[in-house]
């Protein structure tokens, strides 16, 4: 990929590769209510909040894009990953874009991924985010060009979401509803 595309009326969802219940919860809910709404789901396809994320959006006839890292020979979930490319591409209101760098490191890879995916979209939203997490670099990313970061709260007592507490506590906007995004967009 030379040049990021502008994706309109978008959210790039992301998701610690740990997730809970909850968090394929909030995915779900939040991913179709906000695809039905009009706004394109992008994700990378490394977890399971991207994929089912990306899966939602496309079941409920909403748009979706996923970015695919270079580095597909490194993923834990290479199944996942065919299924989920092929999904998108059989679909017409899936896409696909393939980050096409050779890198040497896998972190590398990702790393530019997200850039890719945070450049195209209108805002950020976490759901789930470990405190030693990849994410945080991703959003000092957005935060960097200006793309509002959206965070949903957790359960105190889960480490998955610690991430995401700290995010609020620097600065991330709350979300509680898909509607909090949707205003954002004004959709």
Known sequence: MTQTPKIHNSVVILGGSVCTEYGLNVTKCFSEHLAKAGVNIVSGLETDISFLSLKCALNVGGYA????????????????????????????????????????????????????????????????????????????????????????PGNIFSYTSKGCSFLIKTGAKLVDSYKDITDFLNI
Request: glycine share 2%; net charge positive.
């Open 65 to 152: 894009s996923g970015f695919l890292a270079n580095s597909l020979k490194f993923s834990r979930k290479i199944e996942k990953v065919n299924v989920a490319t092929k999904k998108l591409l059989s679909n017409k209101k899936g896409r696909l874009y393939v980050v096409s760098k050779d890198y040497s490191k896998t972190r590398n890879a990702f790393i530019t991924r997200d850039r890719y995916m945070i450049k195209s979209c209108d805002c950020v939203l976490v759901i789930e985010a470990l405190v030693e997490s990849r994410i945080f670099q991703a959003v000092e990313y957005a935060v960097s060009i200006n793309k509002p970061v959206f965070v949903i």
